[in-house]
């Protein structure tokens, strides 16, 4: 079946700096899944924080970027500088397209990141 | 604002007893799924719907029941409630089309089952 992979958290930072969170997937559903990055803030739901459909492309959303790497199956998040409001659990994810007969999406662990204090 | 509500937020029940969990969205979209996490795992999907009146099994459905009465309510059922159902309880919704695989959630119940 599909999964996903991703940084086994908690991942700590300083302010100012850069963070990753490493993604990689399987998908034997599909060749070219939708890929995702779902965000949870303490106390909320998760919220979409990017999509990429297309090999190759990059998405970008409040300053974190990934790119749908199809050789490496790899979707991995980064942003330059990170917050003290990007302190949240991160989730990576795979979905399948539409008309497939199928529209469910398969999610990483999860990867919790907080700034140092 | 369009959202996806959670009732109760969270819930302590006894082994055996009934649980239901309930959903309510106001996204007029026509898919909604239930799914639990648990400590060191990711979103599991337990079951989800296409459309009002008709339910699907998701991965793991043992021990889990469903209702959609209405396009905007979506329910999870646990008649008797265990022990390895303890986690947290996400539902969400999407629309049809080209997006139907993009998924809105809501905040999560917290279950504590004894």
């Known amino acids: 079946g599909d999964s996903v992979t991703q940084t086994e958290g908690p991942v700590t930072v300083s302010e100012s700096e850069s963070l990753i969170i490493n993604c990689t997937y399987s998908?034997?559903?599909?060749?070219?899944?939708?890929l995702f990055w779902y965000v949870r803030y303490p106390g909320e739901g998760l919220q979409l924080l990017l999509k990429v459909i297309t090999a190759g492309q990059k998405g970008s959303s409040r300053g974190f970027e990934a790119t749908y790497n199809k050789e490496t199956t790899s979707f991995h998040l980064q942003k330059a500088s990170v917050q003290e409001s990007d302190s949240a659990v991160y989730y990576c994810?795979?979905?399948?397209?539409?008309?497939?007969?199928?529209?469910?999406?398969?999610f990483g662990k999860g990867t919790k990141f907080s700034l140092i204090p | 604002e369009a959202a996806v509500t959670q009732s109760p937020r969270s819930k302590v029940a006894v082994t055996g007893g009934k649980v239901t969990l309930s959903c309510h969205q106001t996204?007029?979209?026509?898919?909604m799924y239930w799914y639990r996490q648990d400590t060191g795992h990711g979103l599991r999907l337990i079951h989800y719907?296409?459309?009002?009146?008709?339910?699907e099994k998701g991965d793991i459905p043992d021990g889990y029941k469903a209702s959609r009465p209405s396009q905007e309510n979506f329910s999870l059922i646990l008649e008797l409630a265990s022990l390895s159902q303890t986690a947290v309880y996400f539902c969400a919704s999407s629309d049809r089309g080209r997006d139907q695989d993009t998924q809105y959630f809501g905040p999560g119940t917290r279950l504590l089952v004894l």
């Open positions: 719907s296409y459309v009002a009146d008709s339910t």
């Open positions: 998908a034997t559903s599909i060749a070219y899944p939708n």
């Open positions: 996204n007029n979209h026509d898919y």
């Open positions: 994810a795979l979905g399948t397209l539409p008309g497939t007969g199928s529209n469910r999406l398969t």
